[in-house]
């Protein structure tokens, strides 16, 4: 898609999270196995939920602007999940691999922070209220997931430290 217009690049960024959403379905399940500390399960799976959400929020807005979600993968968010699978594919300590899929997690979560962030941007300066709405929803569970993961990582840390 060429970029001519705020509205080109607000479609952009939404069809770059489409993907990522989609993405994060797949990989939370995975993390949320991998997990040895229960709180960390737990917050694995709870945001799965809230991604399934999220989906649905972004194919809402996409209904509203009369687009079609498909058609984007979102390479960084790729980058980011495979970086973070490659961790732990050689195990180690349980503590020290739960630390580091909260880095792992956290860095998915400040992505979506920033293109969350912008693209609400884009759609408040288009006027496009509805969408503002919808993806300021998401960005605060977003930022809510992140500081749970500060929350759990402070004991984790210190397992992981201990290990």
């Known amino acids: 898609m060429k970029l001519e217009g705020l509205k080109e690049l607000l479609l952009d960024e939404l069809h770059d999270l489409h993907s990522a959403e989609q993405q994060i379905t797949r990989a939370l399940p995975k993390m949320a196995k991998t997990a040895s500390s229960e709180n ?7 945001h799965l939920k809230e991604t399934e959400n999220q989906l649905q929020r972004l194919e809402k ?31 180690g300590e349980p503590e020290v691999l739960d630390a580091g899929l909260i880095s792992a997690a956290q860095r998915v ?10 693209a609400r941007t884009f759609a408040e300066l288009l006027g496009e209220d509805q969408v503002v709405r919808l993806l300021e929803e998401t960005l605060k569970e977003e930022k809510a997931a992140d500081e749970k993961l500060t929350k759990i990582a402070m004991r984790v840390n210190k397992q992981a430290k201990a290990a």
């Open 109 to 118: 979560e400040h992505y979506e922070i920033a293109a969350y962030g912008s």
């Open 61 to 91: 807005i996409f209904k509203h602007l009369k687009e079609n979600p498909k058609g984007k993968t979102c390479e960084g968010m790729k980058g980011l999940l495979k970086e973070g699978e490659e961790r732990f594919k050689e195990g």
């Open 40 to 46: 960390l399960k737990e917050a694995f799976n709870s």
